[in-house]
Every structure is written in structure tokens, then in C-alpha cells.
């Protein structure tokens, strides 16, 4: 009976240290397996994962190895070893990362298969489309949207308060005008009209899928979230192919897209559709909670707004544009490039609110030399992770890194890129757009877009928060994945400008 007892006992420890996994082999950095099997420090992480890092990187130093939901991730804490990190773009890569998790989340079939050959090669090739040359007539095109949806929705008669004022939620103002008039100049609008009925239904099961996308990201079954599959076929059935077909005014990139989708027998429409809608919301998912950051700090802090909405009627004398509130304004690349304060008020609410976090998939064993005197054993398989978010919050780089400052961002009248860490200067500063490889094809575009939306605010508008209100803070549970959305909506008013 004790021999059966002993037998079992050692079993039961053997099952347990198979669980508790592996053992920290020399030149790797320190290792943080938490006491939950397989979880390992998921639960701490996904509850705070900024104070989790800090505090790990008080305890442990600038790199460690953490168990999370059984991967062992390594976080690069010091932003002066990022440099290392991101030109390792062979034995650490992204696509293996992004190639396991997108079709979970967007529900097509895996990009990188011997069925689609050479696709994400031509996946990448079609993000040239948002940059460069293309960039300014996708600018022109969202100047124009973002015109007919403030014109319809904002301009116009409607009911108003004492003194002309309007009120609104802030964060739903600059969903219903970004989500539009973004929607409009990537996809375009139909045939024989200038909006796309059901807007307004599409953006809400939009909402709710984005709900739960930190849930999908992080690969739970679709099966296992209620109603987010049948809401995800329904925003997917959206960009069927014989819809898309009737729309005009679509840009290049997503005919692009199409055109390169269309040359894969293997895909059905319904895949098709589903990469679409994959960029529907790397469109819009952060590009909407930036706008909302950027105009809720500006009219939080009202000094600012003047020399911003200073520096831009400046700018359109200088163009020798006359503003008249009955006539379209057209801002293009070359005037939007002269806005720094913008820019910096734009960089600012960036570094306020963002928290992706770069991700690399380690490619074979080997040693990762980070500087001249330091380097880690890595293992194959294993993640390598940048957080950006602990640099943004760095007093030592950002001095008050909690406060907003409008002019963070200038030196002499221009953008300034000099910042520290341990007397050096930082190659990598600000990083809301990820990096490297995985870098935001869409960046320059998603500045400009938001550039555009503050100026014809600031244009119109005499913009104030409600007064009683306490300070809107982040919500963490997309801590990871992007911007993050405040944890309460905005109450403000509005009225044109006198
Ligand atoms: C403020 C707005 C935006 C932010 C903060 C942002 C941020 C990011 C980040 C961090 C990544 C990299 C993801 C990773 O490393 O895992 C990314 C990828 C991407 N973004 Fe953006 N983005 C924004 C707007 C846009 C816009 C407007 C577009 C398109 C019009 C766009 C298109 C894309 C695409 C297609 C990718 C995937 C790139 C790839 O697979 O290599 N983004 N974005």
C-alpha cells in the first residue's frame, strides 16, 4: 500500500514538474515561471501589464523570461537594447506571430501556406499604397469625407442649447465622424450615393467585436464568446465581393487588395471578404481612440487648443487660403507637414495612451547580442517583447511623463527627436506604431487623418468639456494591443464659432 502510495506521489511530482516546465540554463536571463501550471503570470500580467513590468524590472533587472499562458516570453525593458532587438529581423520574426493569430481573430485561412504562394509577399508589397505619392491623394480623399460627414451631421441645423452650444460624448463624436469618413475613403461609398446606408449598424457590431478582440488575439475559441461569431460573419458579409463591386471612389490600395485576393482560386468570397474587414479595423480600431485622445487633451487644456488653432489659421494665410465657414477647406500633405504643434500635441496624446507591444518570434537557439558587453541565450520558439509604454512613462526620458505638454514634441520651431536614457541618445523614443518589421504601414496616413479632424474642429468649433467631470483614465484590457480606450466617455459641448 505505501510502495502504490510512494509510486503515486512520484507520478503526481513528475506530472508536476513537467508542468512547471523548463529550467533556466546558463546566459539566459532570469526566469519568472509563477506557480500556476501552464498560466504561469498571465492573470498579473493581463490585469496591470505596465506595473507588472516595472515591478518585475525592479526586481529581476532590464530583461527577464516570464510564463505567460505557456510561452515564455523575455521583455527587453531598456529602451537603449530596442535597436538590437529590431534589426534582428531574421531570427526574430513577426509573421510567424501575426500568420497564428489574424485568422483566428478576422476568421480567414492562414496567409503564409503552401495554398497561397507568394501572398504575403503581395500582401506587403500593397502597403506601399498607403505611403509616398499615394499618401496625398488618399489625404485629399479623406479631407473630402471628413467635409460631407461634419457638413451633414455637424453643420447643419439641428437642435441647440442656450448660446448655440451643442452637447455630445466625446469618444462617440469622434467614432461616428472618424469610423465614416475613414470607411469612405478606403472602401469608397456606392454608386449612387455619397453614404453608405447602415453606417451607423455596421459601426455598432464593429463596437462589439472590438470588444472582444484582446479575447480573440489572445486565441480564445470564437465558439466560446456568445454572440461575437455571428456578429464577425455579419461585419465579414459586409465586404463580399459582389458588394464591393458596387461601390465607386475606392481607393487604390483596397483595389489592390482585391485584385491580388481575386488571383487565388482557393479563396471563397467569404475569405476574401474577411481580409477586408481585417483592415476595416486596422483602419479604424486605433486610429479612433488616437482622435479621441488628441481632442480630449487639447480641450482639457484650453491654452493649448489657442496656439494650435493659432498655428493653423497662420498656416492657411500663409497658403493664402481664406477660411469661410460656408466653403469646403481642403488641407493637404504640404500644409498638414507645417502643423508641429499638432504634430506634437498628436505624438503626445500617442505616448499617453499607447501600449502595443512588439512581438517577435525567436527563429532558432542562439545567442541575442544586445550591446557591447550584453547578451542573452534565447531559445527557438520562445517570444522576444518590446513594451514601449514603460519608455513613454520614463521621467528619466519624459520628464512629468503623467502630464500633457503641448510643445513635448518641439525644439527651435521644429520636431524634436533628441531624447535621453543614461546620457545616450535613443534611437527609438516613441513608438505607438510599433516597429521594425511590423511597423504601421498606415502611420503617415493615420496622422493625417487625425491632423485633419483637429483642424476642422478647431475651424468650426468653439469646443468645452462639461464641467464636474473627474479625469478620464485609460482602460487597460486592450493593454498590448494598441491605443487604449479611456474607461468612461467624455461629456462636452460644441458650438460654431463666431
Ligand atoms: C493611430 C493610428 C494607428 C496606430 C497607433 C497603429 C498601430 C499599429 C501597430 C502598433 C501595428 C503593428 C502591430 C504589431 O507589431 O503587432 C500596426 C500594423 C498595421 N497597421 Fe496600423 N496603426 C494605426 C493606424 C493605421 C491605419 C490608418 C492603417 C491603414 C489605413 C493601418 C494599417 C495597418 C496594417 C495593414 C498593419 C499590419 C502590418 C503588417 O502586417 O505588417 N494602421 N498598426
Not at 461616428?176 to 449598424?201: D, N
Not at 477660411?323 to 500644409?335: A, E, I, M, N, P
Request: glycine fraction near 8%; proline fraction near 4%; hydrophobic fraction near 40%.
Amino acid at each position: 500500500m505505501s510502495l502504490l502510495l510512494l509510486l503515486l506521489l512520484g507520478l503526481l511530482t513528475l506530472i508536476l514538474c513537467v508542468l512547471r516546465g523548463r529550467k533556466r540554463r546558463a546566459g539566459e536571463p532570469p526566469l519568472i515561471k509563477g506557480w500556476i501550471p501552464f498560466i504561469g503570470k498571465a492573470l498579473e500580467f493581463g490585469h496591470d501589464a505596465h506595473t507588472f513590468l516595472e515591478e518585475h524590472k525592479k526586481k529581476f533587472g532590464d530583461i527577464f523570461t516570464v510564463r505567460i499562458a505557456g510561452k515564455y516570453m523575455t521583455f527587453i525593458m531598456d529602451p537603449l537594447l530596442y535597436p538590437n532587438v529590431i534589426k534582428h529581423g531574421r531570427q526574430l520574426d513577426f509573421h510567424e506571430f501575426a500568420n497564428k493569430v489574424s485568422p483566428g481573430t478576422f476568421g480567414y485561412p492562414p496567409v503564409i501556406s503552401v495554398k497561397f504562394p507568394g501572398m504575403q509577399e503581395q500582401i506587403k508589397r500593397s502597403f506601399q499604397l498607403l505611403q509616398g505619392d499615394n499618401l496625398s491623394t488618399l489625404t485629399e480623399s479623406m479631407m473630402g469625407n471628413l467635409m460631407l460627414v461634419f457638413r451633414q451631421d455637424h453643420l447643419c441645423d439641428g437642435p441647440r442649447e442656450e448660446g448655440g452650444w451643442r452637447s455630445g460624448s466625446m469618444y462617440e463624436f469622434c467614432n461616428s465622424v472618424m469610423f465614416e469618413a475613414t470607411f469612405l475613403t478606403m472602401y469608397g461609398r456606392p454608386q449612387a450615393a455619397s453614404r453608405h446606408g447602415g453606417m451607423g449598424v455596421l459601426r455598432e457590431d464593429f463596437v462589439r467585436f472590438d470588444n472582444m478582440f484582446p479575447l480573440l488575439i489572445a486565441q480564445m475559441p470564437i465558439w466560446l464568446l456568445g454572440q461575437t461569431k455571428a456578429i464577425r460573419e455579419k461585419l465579414i458579409n459586409y465586404f463580399l465581393p459582389h458588394r464591393m463591386s458596387c461601390w465607386s471612389d475606392t481607393s487604390q490600395f483596397i483595389r489592390m487588395r482585391s485584385e491580388l485576393l481575386d488571383q487565388y482560386d482557393t479563396l471563397r468570397d467569404v475569405d476574401k471578404a474577411a481580409h477586408h474587414f481585417a483592415i476595416l479595423w486596422a483602419s479604424v480600431g486605433n486610429t479612433v481612440p488616437a482622435s479621441f485622445w488628441v481632442m480630449y487633451y487639447l480641450v482639457s487644456h484650453p491654452d493649448a487648443l489657442q496656439v494650435v488653432r493659432q498655428e493653423l489659421h497662420d498656416a492657411l494665410r500663409l497658403a493664402g487660403v481664406e477660411f469661410s465657414q460656408d466653403r469646403d477647406v481642403t488641407l493637404g500633405k504640404d500644409q498638414l507637414e507645417k502643423l508641429v504643434y499638432l504634430e506634437s500635441a498628436i505624438n503626445e496624446s500617442l505616448r499617453l495612451s499607447s501600449a502595443s507591444m512588439n512581438i517577435r518570434v525567436v527563429q532558432e537557439d542562439f545567442s541575442l547580442r544586445l550591446d557591447g558587453e550584453c547578451s542573452v541565450a534565447v531559445r527557438k520558439g520562445d517570444v522576444i517583447a518590446l513594451y514601449p509604454q514603460s519608455m513613454h512613462m520614463d521621467p528619466e526620458i519624459y520628464k512629468e511623463p503623467q502630464s500633457f505638454r503641448l510643445d513635448r514634441f518641439i525644439q527651435d520651431g521644429t520636431m524634436k527627436t533628441d531624447f535621453y536614457k543614461d546620457g545616450q541618445k535613443l534611437k527609438y523614443y516613441l513608438m505607438p506604431f510599433g516597429s521594425g518589421s511590423s511597423m504601421c504601414p498606415g502611420r503617415y496616413f493615420a496622422v493625417n487623418e487625425i491632423k485633419q479632424f483637429l483642424c476642422l474642429l478647431l475651424l468650426y468649433f468653439d469646443l468645452q468639456l462639461d464641467e464636474d467631470q473627474s479625469r478620464v483614465s485609460l482602460d487597460n484590457s486592450r493593454a498590448g494591443l494598441g491605443i487604449l480606450l479611456p474607461a468612461t466617455d467624455v461629456r462636452f459641448r460644441y458650438r460654431l464659432q463666431v
